[in-house]
């Protein structure tokens, strides 16, 4: 059964919650303009699959959020480079540089390649930055969804990062409303009784990952509806407080 099938026999049966965690991407987004709003379109979407719960998460990609912002920057389509100006004006210190690649910290704290900038999923001739303040577009969305659907759910912003040390690409949290972004297991006990003293996990990060594996880059899904977490996940959070590490406490740069 996929996770999708599963949505479907839970949209049908009232009051039964998921058997542990059900994943499906939103059909009928469509393409995302300047100005329009994310969540009615979201909230009409989810109302094929049953309409929203409250508790669930919604991970949305940052491309439909950086389009809806209006984040969108003309570009010369016939010159491959013609974006690499965007990424010194949106980076505060590079890191490490390797031919066309630049490994750059953004304002937001974040540290990627490019600054972020992303040309893939967007009309050729324009590039899309990433959002002002990703943590504000969760809320933003969030509340959009509570006025329209009457429902308290969770969003998650979602990006493609690589990762030091490792290869492959996987997508993590920029941003997040209504789920904490760490749950602390410090001071709780591992299965043999002994104290944890450093285990923080970055639930949005998991959760951002996961939505991929039905989201993929190229299926025209920008929106996973996720449903079964924790509810004691479910407070107030942010990527740029939580998970963001401050420089003083950074081996690395």
Request: charge should be negative; charged fraction near 30%.
């Amino acid at each position: 059964m996929t996770s999708g099938d599963r949505i479907d026999s839970l949209s049908d049966a009232d009051g039964v919650e998921p058997d542990g965690l059900s994943i499906v991407g939103l059909e009928g987004i469509g393409e995302i303009r300047p100005g329009d709003d994310l969540a009615g379109i979201i909230v009409d979407a989810a109302a094929a699959r049953g309409g929203l719960r409250d508790g669930d998460v919604l991970v949305v990609t940052q491309k439909i959020v950086s389009k809806a912002e209006g984040r969108l920057v003309a570009v010369d389509p016939d010159d491959p480079l013609a974006h690499k100006a965007l990424v010194e004006q949106e980076t505060v210190r590079v890191l490490r540089r390797r031919g066309d690649l630049i490994v750059s910290e953004t304002r937001h704290g974040f540290v990627c390649a490019n600054a972020g900038i992303d040309l893939s999923n967007v009309e050729r001739g324009w590039a899309a930055l990433l959002p002002e303040d990703s943590d504000r577009s969760a809320r933003r969305i969030r509340d959009g969804v509570r006025a329209k659907a009457g429902v308290e759910v969770a969003v998650i912003v979602s990006d493609t990062f690589g990762r030091t040390w490792r290869r492959g690409l996987t997508d993590v949290a920029i941003g997040c409303a209504g789920i904490g972004a760490i749950v602390d297991f410090r001071g709780t006990s591992d299965t043999h009784g002994r104290e944890l003293h450093v285990t923080e996990v970055a639930v949005v990060d998991e959760l951002a990952g996961a939505a991929d594996l039905v989201l993929g880059k190229a299926t025209g899904k920008p929106v996973a509806l996720i449903r079964g977490v924790d509810r004691s996940w479910l407070r107030r959070g942010e990527v740029r407080g939580e998970i963001v590490r401050h420089p003083d406490e950074d081996l690395f740069r």
